[in-house]
């Protein structure tokens, strides 16, 4: 009967939070006298329970220059809103405010209770900077305030983050597995990460040791909540978030995204574009006996097709990686699956770079072709010490490692496929620069505190 009632509610969540899928701030942009509060009684005692936790911003929809907002409360809130300022000064009456669409959903903490999952968005300026916070107005209390500066696509250049396999995990007292507890380290890596001023940040899964746990993403939410309000995150599903000791729609519930129609419970698939640049985020987790599912291929060819300049694909589970799962012979059975399926489909339509996690090691292959084969007689050019390969013949296939604690070292290297193999650092991240003829990026650990490049390297096209 619990399991029953727990997918009932899955399932409610899902329904309720595609209301959110209309377009941008359709029906919930009020000013900021527009609302009134409703008239609620809630003691002292009470009103931490309103408190709104675990926010997250997000490039709901990055064309139309909308944001996503996410929240927790442990009661159903009485009037919740994201309050929002231009600048970085905020001021409750000349701020603008957006009403939120609120579910109940069923999670563990690690026993099985009751949390409102609160989901909202709104259309704002580019290249602005805005001044945030999570609120609810009949319990007056809401999050610390927050500042972000909006993308603008008309910009000569961008830069993003990749960071993959933070797998943060509970309290010191609750850690059950080598996993990043509290999320101490991706916080150190969060903390530079902050000082590039990224458009967005992009995570290729494994967000969380054991997400079935609530209180796994409570603790890595609220721990880095200082930088991650500050960060539009962009995430896909790895396994940690769907079929290892996972519950479901672990991801969706978290990040207010749009998507295509599908299922969520296994992770989604979307994509988005910023100035000439489409990144198309692809679910790995649900997979046939030939790769991804008819569905999600039908729906990456149709993003495949594409006019922007720069093609850059997200995924958790890698093609090509020196890790145990991209080598092993005994464990590399999903890797050749996607490999044979997607690999000359990514060549034959002009895939710049693939971002991969999984396997938490640090590498780069050479431009891989149509035929599955490295082009090693590339050309290639040093500028400003970052060696560009000049107008590669196929795709290139990155891993970044880890952005945890769960570095891991290369099984197998085949140097005829690789340039880059060698073992992660904990914190690991890549900022990546994206230019009207290259794109550059800088794989970074952090040390003692701060942020050191291990190497660099990048793509022309001319």
């Not at 919930?28 to 527009?34: A, D, E, I």
């Amino acid at each position: 009967m619990q399991k029953i009632l727990v997918k009932a509610k899955a399932l409610l969540l899902v329904v309720a939070l595609l209301v959110t899928l209309a377009a941008c701030g359709e029906n919930n942009t009020t000013s900021s006298t527009g609302l009134t509060s409703q008239s609620v009684s809630v003691s002292e005692s009470e009103r931490k329970f309103y408190k709104p936790t675990s926010l997250t911003v997000t490039l709901y929809d990055a064309e139309n220059l909308c944001y996503g907002f996410t929240w927790n409360t442990e009661y159903k809130p009485i009037e919740s809103v994201v309050q929002i300022c231009e600048g970085t000064k905020f001021s409750e009456e000349s701020c603008t405010e957006y009403g939120a669409e609120t579910s109940m959903q069923t999670v563990y903490m690690p026993n099985p209770t009751l949390i409102y999952v609160a989901k909202t968005q709104c259309e704002l300026k580019p290249n602005t900077t805005y001044t945030y916070r999570a609120y609810d107005k009949g319990a007056e209390i809401g999050t610390d305030l927050a500042t972000f500066t909006t993308i603008d696509h008309s910009a000569k250049s961008f830069t993003f983050v990749h960071v993959s396999d933070s797998q943060v995990t509970g309290l010191d007292s609750d850690i059950t597995y080598s996993g990043d507890g509290t999320g101490v380290q991706f916080g150190k890596a969060l903390e530079e990460i902050v000082k590039i001023k990224p458009a967005f940040l992009l995570h290729t899964g494994d967000i969380v040791e054991w997400s079935k746990y609530e209180t796994y993403w409570k603790n890595m939410l609220d721990f880095n909540g200082l930088y991650l309000r500050e960060l539009p995150f962009m995430a896909i599903s790895g396994n940690h978030e769907t079929t290892y000791r996972a519950g479901e729609n672990e991801v969706f519930k978290h990040f207010n995204i749009k998507i295509p129609e599908q299922t969520t419970e296994k992770g989604f698939f979307y994509y988005f574009d910023v100035g000439d640049a489409r990144f198309i985020m692809l679910n790995t987790n649900n997979l046939t006996d030939t790769g991804i599912d008819f569905a999600q291929k039908t729906w990456l060819e149709e993003a495949l097709n594409t006019n922007k300049k720069w093609k850059i694909v997200a995924m958790h589970h890698p093609l090509y990686s020196v890790g145990k799962w991209g080598s092993d012979p005994e464990q590399n059975e999903t890797s050749l699956l996607l490999r044979s399926q997607l690999s000359s489909l990514f060549a034959e339509n002009g895939v710049d770079l693939v971002l991969q996690g999984h396997d938490h090691t640090y590498s780069k292959t050479y431009p891989i072709n149509t035929n599955g084969v490295a082009v090693k007689n590339s050309t290639f050019r040093t500028e400003n010490s970052v060696k560009y390969i000049v107008n590669p013949k196929g795709t290139i296939y990155a891993m970044h490692g880890a952005a945890g604690t769960q570095t891991r070292s290369p099984v197998n290297i085949d140097e005829s496929i690789f340039e880059i193999a060698a073992a992660s650092k904990p914190g690991s991240f890549a900022e990546i620069k994206v230019e009207k003829d290259r794109i550059t990026v800088h794989i970074k650990y952090v040390e003692d505190g701060k942020a050191v490049n291990y190497t660099s390297y990048g793509i022309i096209k001319e």
